[in-house]
Each structure stands twice: as C-alpha cells, then as structure tokens.
C-alpha cells in the first residue's frame, strides 16, 4: 500500500487559519441572527432553538448570546432538542431528527 505523503507545516497551518476564519465568520452571521430586529423583542431562552435550528452547537450559542454552554444545553434539554439520547419526541435519537423543527 503507497504511503500518504505527510502532511506539510504550512497545510497545517493553512488548514487551522481558513478553519478559524470560518468559525469567525459563523459567529458574525449568528450575532446578526440573534441581533435583528425581529428577534430584538425575544429572550435569549427564545434565540437558543433558533441558533440550534441553523446548526450552531452550544458554545456557539452561548459565545453568540453571551452566556453559558450549561444555560444553553438546559434549554435545548428543557425543549427536547438534545444531540444525544432519547428526547421528548417518542424517544427518538435526536441525530435523527431535522433541526429545521426546533420551535420558534
């Protein structure tokens, strides 16, 4: 079997600066979503399943809203929307389900 060519330092380096700027720019777009005026009037215990419902993990939520990964996994706990285990929905894995049906 041919042996992968190793992986140069600066691809690596390459590789982490286009990855970090791409989570800086998912965190803009997560701040203009929960920032809009649509949204001015809703808590942040309202914002965290529509953040979830666009594919941000916890921190991300929490970063975004400016509080807790702990705050934000109760809630998704408290809306049935876990990553992990059965939910609230007939105890289906959650990785089943579509995140487009997290309520608003």
Known sequence: MPK???KSESSTHWSRDISKSL???ANCLGYIVAHANEMKDK???DKIPILWSLGFDRND???VLGTTAGTVSVRLSDL???KRGKDKNGGRNSDDK???EAPE
Request: charged share 20%; proline share 6%; net charge neutral.
């Open 23 to 25: 989570q800086q720019i």
């Open 98 to 100: 579509d995140r487009s």
């Open 43 to 45: 808590s942040d215990a």
């Open 61 to 63: 939520i929490a970063s």
């Open 4 to 6: 992968r060519p190793a």
């Open 80 to 82: 049935g929307l876990t």
